[in-house]
């Protein structure tokens, strides 16, 4: 990595960001599904797309179910939100209650993926938003499945020559069953430096 | 918000295919629009200006406040899913069946307007949605069903497309015709079964196919590794949504099995098991046919056989032995007749040979190279060693062959003969054979004697045996006649072979033994005149314990003294019956009665036989005695066995004493006793009380 | 103003730390300030010093602070101890309340740390 899309600390203050955005939702959902819902440490990475398609095409090969929402404010970008097949079958099952029929999820399990992932994502956007004091809303979450980089390229498309990827893992545990996804953000590079804006002035006021 | 006075905004608000409620931070609804009020049996006056929470109620209120303050507060967007929050509001789809409110999805979005925030809820009827997902559910679990069925199922299962190319094959498939998913897959199915038949094959299902819309048949099979094997087999045509001819599906039962076990049990039905040759059932029906076709083809020959001396075998060396010799004997008959024949066991020791295509004069040839060959076959079991002879009656089957059953009748019958006249050896069956007329006769004999039996119609006659070297005492050896209710008495040169043949001769003996024993008893002080009185005993009586019980229980309850009776037996059914003849001997001997080996040395035995046998006397064969005037070599066999008999410390009696010449040469021998013509006929029983018998 | 206390400062979050640090120092002068990034230095720590405060956090590489709360104690019997955690499920506070630790909510504010000191101050 040539030089760091973000620096240390502020990577920090975004992975706590997260975190708390995380531990968010996992209430919501543990209130839906009436279990705890167990939350990992998030592991919090700032990296240029092609790097992030690295990282990701490690972590699976498989088509994933992945749902976007485009957020605005401060600064902007596309949030992605996407799991494996096998974890989506899995939390999809959890949710409804059914295991779903087909190999592939249909339009209903479709509809519980996205709604399961618009509250993660309106909690992670809700907390930064919250910390940071800044303005931030959230589009429509919008469901896309399929190969993963035909998935991730579909989103770059409006974020110029060279977007940048926030990107945050995280496994939860409903009980029984592991589920884990990947929270993107995509970025270009203009926005990033809003972030980065707006973190120095968070920062300030706790600059010792 | 909106004003209430048509406005372009109103018109689109009101024409929007789907709901829309607009509700402000404090969850107070705002506006409404037409589409939500159509759906809804609320009125606009009763939502507008209320609390959303109080028109209506939530599962997940908690929640849905939570979305629209981040929708107010932070203009975050969200989604309620219908699997979440099932039938949000309470709406009606007015056009469709109105039973259940609608499923619905809703978006939730930031609205700002007048420096105010406030909340669009978008309503989405997808009750359609969720009706197609249902049945797709339904239907792929069906599917599963069916796909597991046959994914079990113990037929073999190929699916192909219309022209037969392999589109699926089934576990089962796979596991008997040896070919896996990846091989049968894209392959022609006809081609893959029996490859001689394949085009013809596929054309005639096709073609059946194009009239009804399933073909039926059994046919063969040929696995990867090119075993074959038989199927039942069921193939389908499946047509499309369309109507058209899509698939082929193909359904195998493997039968290869049950028509093998219908093959074994059909062997085994016409097959003797123990030698492989054809059963008498089965021998019966190819004679028929050939009897049937007689006429059009040449002769044949039916040999009927029946193995000598099997019965010693059986008895000396037991069953085993005689299953080995007859499964021996099968493979020397068969290997000395040509290919063209028939032969079958018909059971016990008779076999039969139809031979195709010959004259008697070629088979009597080949019977008798069979009996030249058995001449030197050596039967060895354990230490035993036993020399075969063989008895063999032909017949010659033409078109003047009446039936199967007279056939073997007359085969059998000169097998009889040739039993009779010595054995080992062929008879060949004529028309009006006297020989054979005479065995024919033997069932009208046979039907005599249990008739007689019946109404008691025997009667016992005596012969004297009179003694020839000192004066002492006359016996008188038994004789049984019929009465033939005319006067007559038929004499039991007519009746005793029918009986040994039909195996009545131990029931004669009892009947002579009873009846004598019991005029002995009633003429007690009449006969202390006769040394003893001599019964015959069949070969089947010696071998039957329950008469020898009934004669010791006979002997000992009469008050006769035992030494007054003597039983005779034939050399020859001792020698078939030696385990049997020597208890019997020995059982009785011990009662105190005596015993007289009669016929002797008219058999094939040696005096090794004498040895074993606990025999007081010795009857010297009456055919040495009637020529010994004439025939020195007569006379020596007299001469040897009187001599051979008196070391072994027996008494010898000479039969058929016919005139004085001989019995004075007897007298010069030495034999002890003469029997015969020439010293006294046979007399009624009674008659020997009288002192008066006529002695010459 | 009261007299030196020290306080340990637990959580992986760098940010945190930093924050809670500036609310204490302004607030308490000359108060003792450590930190521990997670479950294994803060034991480690707590093993050396006495504190009068600790703030735990929950999710932490190592080990959760429910892992570490009982040996906190044992080690640390005299102070006030405080959960600031970004799981807010009720489970959880459940759980570590029965333990006898105060649970905080994330994010961060100056009430919520206040209040957390207010509560450990002897009466």
Redesign the interface.
């Known amino acids: 990595m040539s030089d760091p899309v973000l620096s240390d600390v502020y990577c920090d203050t975004m992975g706590e960001l997260f975190n708390i955005g995380m531990g968010r939702a996992a209430k919501s959902l543990s209130d839906m599904v009436n279990e705890e819902v167990v939350l990992s440490v998030p592991n919090f990475k700032a990296v240029k797309y092609d790097e992030a398609l690295e990282l990701f095409n490690d972590i699976t090969n498989e088509p994933v179910n992945a749902v976007e929402q485009f957020f605005d404010g401060q600064f902007s970008g596309n949030a992605v939100l996407f799991f494996t097949n096998h974890s989506s079958r899995e939390l999809v099952q959890r949710i409804i209650g059914e295991v779903p029929a087909s190999q592939d999820l249909g339009d209903m399990e479709h509809e519980a993926l996205k709604e399961v992932s618009n509250i993660i994502l309106n909690a992670c956007f809700g907390c930064i938003a919250e910390v940071l004091g800044c303005e931030l809303h959230s589009g429509v979450p919008k469901i896309v499945a399929g190969d993963l980089n035909k998935v991730m390229g579909t989103q770059c498309v409006n974020l110029g020559p060279e977007p940048l990827v926030l990107t945050l893992s995280m496994t939860f545990s409903l009980p029984n069953k592991s589920i884990s996804g990947q929270v993107s953000l995509l970025m270009t590079s203009e926005s990033i430096k809003k972030l980065i804006k707006e973190l120095e002035r968070f920062s300030s006021l706790y600059a010792m | 918000m909106l004003k209430s006075v048509a406005s372009l905004e109103r018109v689109i608000f009101d024409a929007a295919s789907q709901g829309m409620i607009i509700v402000d931070a404090r969850y107070q609804i705002i506006e409404v629009n037409r589409w939500f009020i159509d759906s809804i049996d609320l009125c606009k006056s009763e939502m507008v200006g209320k609390s959303l929470f109080k028109v209506f109620t939530f599962e997940r209120e908690q929640f849905i406040k939570q979305t629209i303050n981040q929708a107010c507060k932070s203009g975050l967007s969200s989604f309620l899913s219908n699997s979440l929050h099932p039938r949000l509001f309470p709406l009606l789809n007015r056009y469709q069946n109105c039973s259940r409110y609608m499923d619905q999805s809703c978006y939730i979005k930031p609205i700002r307007f007048d420096n105010q925030s406030y909340c669009l809820i978008q309503v989405q009827d997808v009750s359609n949605t969720v009706a197609r997902e249902k049945l797709l559910s339904k239907t792929s679990s069906t599917l599963n069903l069916f796909k597991t069925a046959v994914e079990h199922s113990a037929s073999s299962i190929v699916i192909t497309d219309h022209q037969g190319i392999i589109e699926y094959v089934n576990p089962k498939f796979v596991e008997i015709a040896g070919f896996s998913q990846e091989e049968a897959l894209g392959r022609s199915y006809f081609a893959l079964s029996s490859l001689a038949h394949e085009p013809q094959f596929q054309s005639s299902v096709m073609q059946t196919l194009q009239q009804k819309d399933s073909w039926h048949g059994e046919r063969s099979f040929v696995t990867k590794s090119g075993v074959k094997y038989w199927v039942n087999e069921f193939i389908y045509q499946a047509r499309n949504s369309n109507n058209v001819p899509s698939n082929l599906i193909a359904i195998q039962d493997d039968v290869t099995q049950i028509r093998d076990i219908a093959r074994k049990a059909s062997y085994q039905a016409s097959h003797d098991s123990l030698t492989g040759l054809i059963n008498r059932k089965e021998f019966d029906s190819v004679l028929i046919q050939n009897i049937e076709m007689a006429e059009q083809t040449p002769a044949h020959v039916l040999c009927f056989l029946d193995i000598d001396q099997f019965k010693v075998v059986n008895d000396t060396s037991g069953h085993g032995a005689g299953d080995e010799l007859l499964r021996q004997i099968s493979v020397v008959i068969n290997e000395n007749y040509p290919e063209e024949k028939v032969l079958a066991r018909l059971g016990g020791d008779e076999f039969a040979i139809l031979l195709y295509h010959t004259d008697l004069e070629v088979a009597t040839q080949q019977c008798e190279h069979l009996i030249y060959v058995l001449h030197d076959f050596r039967f060895r079991w354990e230490e035993a060693v036993f020399s075969i002879g063989i008895s063999i009656g032909i017949t010659l089957i033409n078109e003047q062959t009446i039936s199967s059953i007279e056939a073997i009748k007359q085969a059998e019958n000169a097998c009889d003969a040739a039993k009779d006249m010595g054995r080992n050896r062929v008879y060949i069956y004529q028309e009006d054979d006297s020989a054979l007329v005479q065995r024919q006769g033997d069932t009208y004999w046979a039907t005599k004697i249990n008739e007689a039996l019946e109404d008691d119609l025997f009667v016992l006659y005596a012969q004297p045996i009179v003694p020839l070297q000192h004066k002492s005492k006359i016996s008188y050896e038994i004789l049984v006649r019929i009465h033939d209710g005319e006067g007559g008495v038929i004499p039991p040169g007519l009746f005793l072979p029918a009986a040994e043949r039909f195996n009545l001769s131990h029931r004669i003996d009892r009947w002579v033994i009873d009846n004598t024993l019991k005029w002995m008893m009633n003429h007690g002080e009449e006969i202390d005149h006769v040394e003893h009185i001599s019964i015959n005993l069949s070969g089947l009586t010696l071998s039957n314990e329950t008469l020898l019980n009934y004669i010791l229980e006979l002997v000992t309850s009469s008050k006769i003294a035992p030494r007054k009776i003597s039983f005779e037996i034939t050399e020859t059914a001792a020698i078939a019956n030696l385990v049997q003849a020597k208890h019997f001997i020995d059982t009785l001997k011990k009662l105190g009665c005596q015993f007289a080996l009669d016929d002797f040395g008219s058999g094939l035995s040696s005096f090794a036989y004498l040895k074993n046998l606990n025999v007081d006397m010795l009857k010297i064969d009456g055919m040495f005695v009637k020529d010994m005037i004439d025939d020195a070599i007569d006379e020596a066999m007299v001469k040897s066995i009187n001599d051979v008999g008196h070391v072994m410390g027996m008494e010898t009696i000479a039969e058929f004493v016919e005139d004085d010449d001989i019995k004075n040469r007897l007298i010069e021998l030495g034999v002890d006793y003469g029997q015969g013509y020439g010293l006294g006929k046979p007399v009624p029983i009674d008659q020997i009380v009288l002192k008066s018998v006529e002695i010459a | 103003m009261n007299s030196s206390k020290s306080i340990l400062i637990v959580d992986?979050?760098?940010?945190?730390r930093?924050?809670f640090?500036?609310v204490i120092?302004s607030h308490y002068e000359g108060w003792d300030i450590s930190q521990a990034e997670n479950g294994t230095n803060a034991l480690a720590i707590a093993a050396e010093k006495k504190f009068d405060f600790i703030s735990l956090d929950h999710?932490?590489?190592d080990f959760t602070g429910l892992d570490i709360l009982p040996q906190l104690q044992e080690l640390q019997p005299n102070a006030h101890i405080g959960v600031f955690?970004?799981?807010?499920?009720q489970?959880?506070t459940e759980r570590f309340t029965a333990l006898g630790a105060q649970c905080y909510?994330?994010?961060l504010n100056e009430d919520k740390i206040l209040q957390f000191i207010k509560q450990g101050e002897p009466a």
């Open positions: 992986d979050s760098r940010l945190t930093m924050i640090a500036k120092a999710n932490m590489p955690t970004a799981n807010v499920q489970v959880l909510h994330k994010p």
